[in-house]
């Protein structure tokens, strides 16, 4: 590079001098000058373009990092913590959140604004003017362009209404049923893989995974998917999630994760076109819905004949193709975070039998010592220490810890700092819930601290396990009903048992959280009334 500018200063100087007293001819300047090129090489040319573009990747950087936390140089230039970031660990985010309610990073081109306290983070999540959500680059190219979730203001609004219906207490009450099979289904399996291992404890991670697809999976396509289609999906869709993970290569190149990703993603949604269309074909016969599509099915087949002009612009008839991508999406939303979700509750259950043999209690009670009794909405809602438990467990180890957005226009999201258009801007969720002001002994597991009334109770704006704003989870009710009817089931009908780890509590990363060695349980068969464990 100095040799570059040598040669240029030894132009100036040269054409300089020849224009003493005279007028400088443009040609001489151009002669110098090729003359000048002539001897550099194309290395030197590549090297000064480097050093140039590493100067401008920190000094960029330190502009749009203003006077927020965050390395004061990206000390890795222009990848930033990129390695790092392909093994994320909890204590590192946690580090990240400690250091002030606004910091920084910056991947490649990417600049990424991390807000963790409760009030900024509600505020990013319920600003659609200034910010959208925002996966990862490939999501558009695994999920589909034309997908809904892509949708921005009154488009996705509306879209966003037309899906409501399929989530009222009516609806998930038809679900009900066939959820309660793949529980039974699941319960026999738990326990016969246990017993092949002479009931010692093995890593269930895997299993946590399946059961909640095929939860998943029967309450949005009911009998219209097989199981054989069930347990394809179920296990290849960590494919998908391995594609999604926040730091990822943009591009599909084959025999990649997002290669593998798209693969499973396009066979999942072609599986559900047919479930689509085979739910079209039922609700034009009348059949009663029992499923998600039969629901989605029944709105667009009863619009039709509606003199409501709002019912008929929600429920147009929507092609098999945007139905599957739609309930892709619903399976992208929940597999992950039901997946933490569960693994989670049987652990902490586990190592917390007293809390057991309270939604034992509980479970006999509302079912008049008939355990027989099926899994309903009226007997859910008897639930209630079930229900706190549930929610204590997504308190205390809530699986989504960051929700990404990406800021469309400058946001000033604090009174000292404006988010630049086109940056990351990433609200955390885990702050708010472990804030000690609001849930005494916040690293404590404590169901009870969610009586009515309470101080948990009461502080609405720290609960945001489900998100806030116009893109708040559609399917809060549904996880809350699932959850309460597995936990009560399993706690009725077997016994498990955790076998502790070093490893046990500390937070692994994977899209969401998961106990970190994968979580060893063993079943056993157990008398709901009498409690006997079968041998």
Known sequence: MSEILQSTENIIANTTGSAIGSTVQPGNVASNLFQVLETISYWKIFVTILCLGLVYDQISYKIKKGSIAGPNYKIWPVIGPFLESLDPKFEEYKAK?????????SIFHKFVIIASTRDLARKILQSPKYVKPCVVDVAIKILRPSNWVFLDGKEHTDYRKSL????TQQALSQYLPSQEKVMDKYIEKFV???AKNDYKPQIFFHEMREIMCALS???????YITEDQIRKVADDYYLVTAALELVNFPIIIPYTKTWYGKRVADMTMKIFEGCAQMAKDNAAKGIQPVCVLDAWCKLIHDSKTSNDEDSKFMHREFSNREMSEAIFTFLFASQDASSSLCCWLFQIMADRPDVLNKIREEQLAIRNNDPKVPLSLELIDQMKYTTMVVKETLRYRPPVLMVPYVVKQNFPVAPNYTAPKGSM???????ALHDPEVYENPDEFIPDRWVEGSPASEAKKNWLVFGSGSHVCLGQKYVMMTFAGLIGKFALETNWEHKVTPLSETIKVFATIFPKDDLFLTFKRRDPLTGEIEA
């Open 192 to 194: 016969e893989y246990s």
């Open 164 to 167: 409501n219906g399929l989530f």
């Open 97 to 105: 959140w400690d250091s002030g309610p606004l910091s920084c990073v």
């Open 217 to 223: 999976l029967k309450a949005f396509c009911g009998d």
């Open 425 to 431: 801007l990433i609200p955390t969720l885990y702050p």
